[in-house]
Each structure stands twice: as C-alpha cells, then as structure tokens.
C-alpha cells in the first residue's frame, strides 16, 4: 500500500456511504480550525465523531501543502505504542533507534499538515502529552481529535457533537417533511442500500419518528437498526427495541439516557443471533485489528465451534453488519467496530474465555512466523512480508499480551525473534527493537528462545548503527551459548559478531568469523542465514581488497538464491557485484548489477538496499563524468537514508569513504551553490519517488521553479485571489483566520508594488499562463473527493 493510499484509507472506508447532515457542526469545526491547531470532537460513543472529522479533513485537505493523515487508535490497548501507532499511520519512514516520538517529530516539525488522532478516550493521558509535545515542536502542525471526552489541553479548542436530530415523538407532521430530520434522513440513506425502494409513507411515520427518537439520534444506532431492514419492518424494529428500552429503564421511556441507547441496540443485536453466532461474536474481539478466515478458524474454532463452522457463521456475522468484510483484490479481511468489539470483550471475560483467546491468538500468529521462517528461502517472500504489514497490530498486541502475562515471557522472545525479517525485511526496525529490549529485560533464565532473541535484537541494532549495544546483547548471546554447549546459537553469534566487526571497519576479522559461521548454517540446513552470511562475506572481502574473491561468493550466492527462487538475498548479492565491479573500473556491469537490485526494491521496499543502491548507482554517474546525473542520485539516496533514521557511517569506515570521496568529487565539479540547487530542485523525495528517480531517464522529476518575492503561503493566498476568493473565504480554505489572510495580502501588494486585488489576479495569470479567468470557488466544482495529500 502506497503512502498516499495509507492516508485515504479511513476516508475510502466512509467513501462507501453518503455523509448526511451535519451542516452546523462542520461550520463550527471548521471556524474553530481557524482559530485553534487542536480542535477536539467530543460526544457520546457511536455519535459519528469519526465520520465527521473525516469529512472535515477531507474539505480542508487542500489549505494543508503537506496532506492530511489519519491516525486511528482504537485497536491500541497500551498508551506507550501511542506514538509508534501514528508513525506508522503516517507512514514515517524513520527506522533509528531514536524514540518514536522523536521519530514523528522530526518528521512533522518541517511540514503544514492536519493529523487527525482517533479514537482517543481509552489514552486520554497519553493522547493529550503525545498532542501536546507534537504541536509545540512542529509549528505548522494541526491536529483535529476525536474523543468522547476532551483531552485537556490548553489551548484546546472543543465541539461537542450531539445526535442527529430527531423528530419529537409528541409532535404533529406531515410526511413529506419528515427528511428534514437528520436521523430520518439518514435511516431513509441507510436503508435504501438494503430496499432500494423504502420511503417514509403515511403507514409507517409513527414508526420511523419512534425508532428515530427511541436511538436518540446516534447514528451507528440507526444505521445498525437499517440493517435489519432486510427481514423485518419499521414496526417490527420499533416493537423489538420497545421491549429492550423497557428492560433497561424500568419502563419510562421518557427518561432514556443517552449512554444507554446504543448499549440496548448492542444488547438487541446480539439476541438476534444464535447461540454459535454469539460465541463466535464473543471470540473475534480477541483480534485487536483486521484478521484473515484462516486466523479466525484457527484461534476460534476450538470446543463448541469446530474449525469448519467458522466461514458459515462469519458470513451471517458480516450480513448482519456485527463484521466489515474489506477486499482487496482476491484478498478478503474481517473487522469488528469498536463498540462491537468492546462488547465482545465483555462477552469473552463473562464466559472466562479471554485468557485462553489470547493464548490461541498469540500460538496462532508464532505459528505463522515461524512458518514465514521456515519458508523464507523461498519464492514469496514479498508476499510474506506483506501479510505480516497487515497483521501487524495483531502480532504488537501477541508481544503485549506475552510480555505482560506471568510465564509468556519465553514465547514472547521465541516470536519477537521469529519476527526477524518483518523488523528488518518490513520496515519494522524501531518496533522491533523496542519489544525485544523490552523482552530482554524480563528474561528469566537462559534457553533457546532467550538466545535467539539476543542475536535478533544484535542484528537490529547493527543495523540502526547502535553498535555499542550490538555488542552487549552479542556477549550475551556467546555466553549463553557456551552455558547451553549449543553449536547453532554461536553460530549465530559469530555470524553477527562478524558483521559487528565489518561495520567497526575490521573486514579480515570479520570474515574469519563467516569461515566459522556459514559452515555450521549449511550443515543445520539453514541456507537463509548461510545466504545472509554470504553476501556479507562479499562485502567483507571486498573492503579488504580481494574483489575477484567477493565477485565469486556473490555469483555462488546468485546461483544458489536462484535455484531456491529467494530474491532478498538475491538483490544485496546484486547490489555488492556492483560494488566490486565499480571498484574494479568496470561501470556498464557495475550499473547493470546495481540497476538489477533496486528492481527487486520496487516490490520490497526494503529501504537499505535501496539506498546502498541508489548511492552505488551515483558513485557510478561520477566515475563517468555524469556530475548532475550523481548529484541527483546523490540527493535521492540521502531521502532514503533520512527517512530510514540512519547514514550509509553506520555501516562501516569503508563505504563512508567511498560515498565521501564521490560526493566531494561531485561538489567540486560542479560547484556547492549547483549542487545545492539540485537539491533544491528535486525537493523531499519518498522512497518510491527515489527508485523511480534512479531507474528512470537522466532528467530530473521536478522542473526549477521560477524565483518568486513571495513567501511559499503568501503564494498560495495569490492563488486564492486570482480564483475571485475573498478574504473570508480564502480563511475558510487555507484553515487561518481572516486577519491573518488580509496581512498577507497587504505583505503581498507592498512585495509587487501594486494597489489592488486586480492587480495580484492579472500578476497571477501573467505567472501561470492563464487568462486570468478565476475559477469557481472550492467546493462548486462537481466531482467526489477522497482524502489525500502531497506525498511525504
């Protein structure tokens, strides 16, 4: 999934249904928008805070240059994954080992963006310091948050948002003006999707004006009540739901409290299905996030619901809307609402099932990893690693629930390091090593799962350019090896020992240690470590000087890798030939080599081999005098290493030198102030931007931009006024208040030297080459919008 498709996922999702009503509460929002950067939605479970700041954001998203995100945090249980969950929304590239809040606001102190935080109430004191320490520290930060009670900030500007509104039960009217009513309306949207021809008649008014006011105006209510349109009748719905309230409140019906209502659809929704389907209901709130059929027939089906029951009774499950089916392609994967969910909890600790659930959720998903382990070698990996992006909240919340049950602490090591290459492969490296250390620290006692866990955490570690604690963890791991006389744990530790000492600048020492290493991998059987070994062994004997050497263990590699259908492997094999054969002189198959990994990374995506092979790649265009070519090579592997959280100094003196020694020359060609232009020119590139860049033709993605006296917003504030905006509405686009529009456009009349608007429109038009027509206002134009942004 693209960067840009992270960011559209909620709005997608709500894309769905139309947005009904509402006009009153986006008009306040977005008022408060402007005069606020963090505004709070606050209201009842169930009330439509999501969908509304979804909309919101999708309406403002063009006053944000940078985009706007959304960050939801209903399937986290833990405050301290807080900032780590929304890095992740936004698909924050940084892997170092810095915190994940230092993480996100490095990332977010240079941009204008609206970051959208849901779900906030169960983190309420985490949410509001995490709010807090982001807003301080990235300026052109706005965050609109969804809570069912505000987080308390100063400075926190706060819409409470009620029901839609409901027509009273003791009023008088005519039917035809009923749809004037929110909920009505949004019950006739809702259920015309289940009987297209369904309208409000004189035959079941009362009963549409009773179920309406009966849910109080919450929307999920009525929606949920929509569902059972499929089988019964206004009438019939309005009877069951009387019964219910009538259980609940003692029969005042009058006095219906609020946070009540929804418990009592809940409560109705669940009579309606079978014992089997409630169970089933009960077991699935194990899956904090979405889950696959195989998951759930594995860690439900157990007892009173056999395995091979579980695809029927799902899909009643999905037909009576308690489960979101999501597709994506042939793939089909399973949610629960978070009110749906927490209910299921409750359900799960009535019947004393959670503590078993857990147990089978996390046995499932170590299952799974090992299996990843075990086929590794193999054709699909990319696939591999792309279910596991996708599980990715259910294996957190199986390391969660590990660390934090009393005896789990050893399977959670054995799956924290069976998640290997989801941490170094996925993207996953800061995860990864917060949950091992994590796991370290409660270690209680030497064993295999406490080993493999020190060499897992050594090799993340190595790889974020920590290697002081790489050595620590490595020590450890040698003496439990020798404590354990266990042969294939110090293999191990040799193994990344030897890669300790490669990037310490020691490639002899180093590759005696993969002499040691290697050998004992292939006798066990474990040719992806012996793989791994080997293409490090290659770049050791390269950087020790014996390159025909290297050229021959990165073709033996190739052809074993080949013959296995393993591409990972494959493309840092590919990346080091290009090494060898750049430091042999050889720059056609130097480029060749180099041009054949970074393919493999258009489906990987594995941001270390991309970036040694876009800066081999630059290496190469200096060698041959293409100084413009390297410099933007240059610029497009310094992206990738930014936003990884790392510098190519952490993987040892000897590709530092070659990387300095290139861009010097570079520099020197062609100047710092034309070197920094091109820079400037090629603005921040993404990962897929990058490898685009470097595969594609020598000419730069971005054309120089014309030099301009006005400030990047002054710019945009001239666009409105070209487009006839005045300065209320060009406020209620860009989010900022009317003041703060109208000194702009005074700053930009005294930079022109011009006297009126008119002027800054035909200025405008001469710039863009237009007519200098303005265009219709945003919002007048037909069309259906998503929720997007400019790439990161």
């Known amino acids: 999934m693209s960067e840009t498709q992270m960011r559209a996922t909620v709005a997608a999702h709500y894309s769905l249904t139309s947005f009904v009503g509402r006009r009153r509460e986006l008009d306040e929002a977005k008022k408060r928008m402007t005069e606020s950067r963090l505004v709070t939605l606050a209201g009842p479970g169930g009330v439509g805070k999501t969908r509304l700041a979804v909309e919101l954001a999708d309406r403002s998203r063009k006053a944000f240059r940078d985009g706007v995100w959304v960050a939801e945090l209903a399937s986290l249980e833990d405050e301290s994954g807080l900032a780590s969950t929304i890095a992740s929304a936004l698909a924050v590239p940084d892997q170092s080992n810095r915190s994940a809040t230092d993480q996100l606001v490095n990332y977010l102190r240079p941009r204008q963006a609206l970051l959208v935080v849901d779900n906030c109430e169960h983190l309420l004191d985490g949410a509001a310091k995490l709010v807090a320490e982001l807003l301080d520290k990235a300026p052109g930060l706005r965050i609109l948050a969804t809570s069912r009670e505000p987080l308390g900030i100063s400075g926190e500007h706060i819409c409470l948002i009620p029901p839609l509104s409901t027509p009273s039960t003791d009023g008088v009217y005519e039917t035809q003006g009923l749809d004037h009513f929110e909920a009505v309306r949004l019950l006739i949207d809702r259920a015309r999707s289940i009987v297209p021809d369904f309208s409000v008649t004189d035959e079941n008014r009362d009963a549409v004006i009773q179920l309406c006011s009966r849910l109080d105006g919450i929307p999920l209510a009525i929606e949920l009540a929509a569902t059972r349109l499929r089988a019964l009748s206004v009438t019939q719905i309005g009877a069951r739901l009387d019964h219910r309230f009538q259980l609940l409140t003692g029969g005042n019906r009058v006095a219906l409290p609020r946070q009540q209502t929804l418990r009592a659809l809940i409560d109705w929704s669940y009579e309606l299905c079978t014992a089997a389907e409630q169970l089933l209901w009960a077991r699935l709130s194990v899956f904090p996030g979405s889950f696959d059929l195989t998951a759930a027939e594995d860690v439900c089906g157990f007892g009173e619901l056999e395995a091979d029951r579980i695809v029927d009774l799902l899909d009643r499950l999905v037909a009576k809307s308690i489960i979101l089916a999501e597709r994506s392609g042939e793939q089909v994967r399973y ?400 989010v900022i208040s009317t003041r703060t529009v109208g000194g702009h456009v005074e700053s930009i009349l005294a930079k022109l030297a011009f006297t009126s608007r008119v002027q800054i429109v035909a200025w405008m038009a001469n710039e863009q080459g237009t007519s200098g027509t303005p265009e219709p206002a945003a919002g007048s134009r037909p069309g259906s919008r998503r929720l997007t942004g400019a790439a990161p």
């Open 335 to 734: 949610r629960q609402l978070m009110t749906v969910r927490e209910y299921g909890v409750q359900l799960l600790e009535r019947v004393g099932e959670y503590g078993v659930l857990k147990a089978r959720h996390r046995d499932h998903y170590l299952s799974r990893a090992a299996g990843m382990v075990d086929r590794w070698c193999g054709p699909g990996q990319a696939l591999s690693l792309a279910a596991m992006r996708a599980d990715h909240a259910n294996l957190l919340s199986a390391l969660e629930w590990s660390v934090n049950t009393p005896g789990e602490i050893r399977a959670a090591a054995e799956l924290a390091s069976l998640l290997r290459y989801h941490w170094i492969a996925g993207g996953f490296l800061s995860d990864g090593r917060r949950w091992l250390d994590r796991i370290l620290d409660q270690q209680d006692g030497p064993g295999p799962e406490h080993g493999g866990a020190l060499w897992v955490a050594a090799w993340v570690c190595l790889i974020q350019g920590d290697r002081d604690a790489a050595a620590v963890y490595l020590t450890a791991c040698h003496e439990m090896a020798e404590a354990l006389d266990d042969r294939i744990l110090e293999a191990h530790a040799a193994h990344w020992s030897a890669l300790h000492q490669l990037f310490s600048g020691n490639p002899r020492q180093s590759m005696a240690l993969y002499g040691k290493s290697i050998g004992v991998h292939m006798k066990a059987g474990d040719t992806a470590s012996a793989l791994t070994g080997l293409f490090q062994l290659a770049m050791a004997q390269t950087y020790d000087g014996q390159l025909e050497a290297a050229l021959d263990t990165c073709s033996h590699v190739l052809q074993l890798s080949s013959t296995h259908g393993e591409r990972w492997t494959h493309a840092y094999s590919l990346w080091i030939t290009g090494l060898c054969r750049w430091h042999l002189g050889e720059m056609v198959a130097a480029k060749k080599a180099a041009t054949e990994a970074l393919k493999i990374q258009r489906e990987f995506k594995d941001s270390i081999c991309t970036a040694l092979s876009i800066e081999l790649m630059s290496w190469i265009a200096a060698s041959t005098l293409q100084f413009e070519r390297a410099a933007e090579l240059a610029n497009a592997a310094g992206a990738v290493w930014a936003g990884l959280g790392t510098k190519v100094e952490a993987f040892g003196p000897h590709i530092r030198r070659d990387s300095e020694h290139s861009n010097e020359t570079v520099v020197r060609e062609l100047g710092r102030q034309r070197f920094m232009q091109l820079a400037a020119e090629q603005g921040d590139l993404s990962k897929d931007e990058a490898i685009a860049l470097a595969l594609g033709s020598n000419s730069r993605p971005v054309a120089a931009a014309k030099t301009s006296p006005l400030t990047r917003r002054e710019q945009e504030i001239a666009e409105q006024v070209s487009k006839g905006l005045s300065n209320r509405a060009i406020a209620e686009s860009l």
